[in-house]
């Protein structure tokens, strides 16, 4: 059977036709993707520049304070994730993006709100009075959604080590909270961020604040401690 040449073209622009389909497509796909993320961005700097929080505590709820929240939180499960255990261990430097002195200024304001539970050398478990000091903090929740443990770990020893130990003092505020309390929402309220020795080290102006030792306090003793505080901000 002939074919003849007419057909030949036409068929041959319309395999064309179906071949270039596909791309026009996804390149339209592609433009409708772009176009939802500078509007999702365009409605992010759009937001109010103080977060909306209790009247009480609304003033430290910085746009800064926020995205390191916002980070802290994904990270950790508490939001945006499937659920399970409610925090998994998070780099510093992919949590906050600025200098460790910048990073524990944002929490100078909550000094009301927070309290630092101090370790002896090498330990992380928790004295009577440190237990002391995690259930008044928690108790006094005021309505916020979220309950930070900030652990770190004083220089002596090596980073790895210390990391560790900053990691079993965290969790060791996080199960003393588990059967002191008997709460199934913990594992969503609760975010563990542990620092070592590498990051965010506290100096002398928090010896001014709520702890759990009273005595000596210089940035050895200080950092061998977990820093605690309900969080108002609303994200």
């Not at 040449?5 to 036409?10: D, E, F, R, S």
Request: hydrophobic share 40%; net charge negative.
């Amino acid at each position: 059977m002939s074919t003849k040449p007419g057909g030949l073209v036409v068929a041959g622009v319309l395999a064309l036709a179906g071949l270039a389909t596909p791309t026009i497509m996804m390149s339209r796909w592609q433009g409708q993707a772009e176009e939802r993320l500078r509007a999702a961005e365009a409605e992010a700097a759009a937001e109010p520049q103080v977060a909306v929080a209790s009247e009480a505590n609304a003033e430290y709820c910085t746009p800064q304070l926020r995205t390191i929240l916002r980070r802290v939180l994904t990270s950790c499960g508490l939001i945006g994730g499937a659920g399970g255990r409610g925090c998994q261990p998070v780099e510093a430097r992919n949590v906050a993006t600025m200098s460790g002195d910048d990073f524990n200024a944002l929490f100078l304001p909550m000094r009301e709100r927070g309290g630092i539970v101090q370790f002896g050398r090498d330990a992380s478990d928790l004295e009577p009075t440190d237990v002391t000091l995690v259930n008044r903090v928690f108790a006094d929740r005021q309505g916020a959604s979220y309950f930070f443990v900030v652990s770190r770990a004083s220089p002596e020893g090596n980073v790895e080590h210390n990391r560790e130990l900053s990691r079993a003092r965290a969790e060791a505020v996080m199960t003393h909270l588990q059967s002191e309390f008997h709460d199934p929402e913990l594992e969503r309220q609760v975010g563990l961020l542990w620092l070592g020795e590498e990051f965010a080290q506290l100096d002398p102006s928090f010896c001014e604040w709520s702890r759990s030792d009273g005595g000596e306090c210089d940035p050895n003793t200080l950092n061998r401690s977990a820093f605690i505080a309900w969080i108002d901000c609303q994200l």
